[in-house]
T-cell receptor, first 112, second 111 residues
Framework: NAGVTQTPKFQVLKTGQSMTLQCAQD?????MSWYRQDPGMGLRLIHY???????DQGEVPNGYNVSRSTTEDFPLRLLSAAPSQTSVYFC???????????FGPGTRLTVL | GEDVEQSLFLSVREGDSSVINCTYT??????LYWYKQEPGAGLQLLTY?????DMKQDQRLTVLLNKKDKHLSLRIADTQTGDSAIYFC???????????FGAGTRLFVKA
């Protein structure tokens, strides 16, 4: 049981490049979410999913896309990276909306 | 709107007690959480409390909830250098699927 896994751990992009951050969980959790963590601002919700095929926007969705084709995977796509997207990104999953969230180890993204 | 506030830094000596405070705004929150984040790692659930409880104790950890003042605290007894980390307070926002996190309190433990 690996829990929540994220790849890559580190990534450097140039402005305008695109990439996908991967997230997978093996706990059969319905709920998955993506957060970004910036100094002094805690965690802010980007997008979340309540089950396969269902996604919705969080607090800071602009510049990011998600999809949920399977229960296990919830990738986050940056279509045209901007320096403002330099951050640490965490994926989390939970059984239900009011249940404990389990976090992945994070992806540290730098956009030059 | 919903908001969770914490002080950003706390410094204690090894062996002393640490108290990390948090205030929240959603009075209908059902769960309140404390997460711990060690350097370079993700968040790990430390403990949680149901909104119908006033106190919860778990080994060296004591969580106190004052619903009237919407105040949550985490007390760590006999603080060790291994407790140095960022501690996040979080509430489940009952207005939707959303966990609201505070900005985190960085705990420094001096030997």
């Amino acid at each position: 049981n690996a829990g929540v896994t994220q790849t890559p751990k580190f990534q450097v992009l140039k402005t305008g490049q695109s990439m996908t951050l991967q997230c997978a969980q093996d706990m059969n959790h319905e709920y998955m979410s993506w957060y970004r963590q910036d100094p002094g601002m805690g965690l802010r919700l980007i997008h979340y999913s309540v089950g396969a095929g269902i996604t919705d926007q969080g607090e800071v969705p602009n510049g990011y896309n998600v999809s949920r084709s399977t229960t296990e995977d919830f990738p986050l796509r940056l279509l045209s990276a901007a320096p403002s997207q330099t951050s640490v990104y965490f994926c989390a999953s939970s059984q239900g909306p009011a249940d404990t969230q389990y976090f992945g180890p994070g992806t540290r993204l730098t956009v030059l | 709107g919903e908001d969770v506030e914490q002080s950003l830094f706390l410094s204690v000596r090894e062996g002393d007690s640490s108290v990390i405070n948090c205030t929240y705004t959603d009075s209908s929150s059902t769960y309140l959480y404390w997460y711990k984040q060690e350097p370079g790692a993700g968040l790990q659930l430390l403990t949680y409390i149901f909104s119908n409880m006033d106190m919860k104790q778990d080994q060296r950890l004591t969580v106190l909830l004052n619903k009237k003042d919407k105040h949550l605290s985490l007390r760590i007894a006999d603080t060790q250098t291994g407790d140095s980390a960022i501690y996040f307070c979080a509430e489940i926002y009952t207005g939707g699927f959303k966990t609201i996190f505070g900005a985190g309190t960085r705990l420094f433990v001096k030997a």
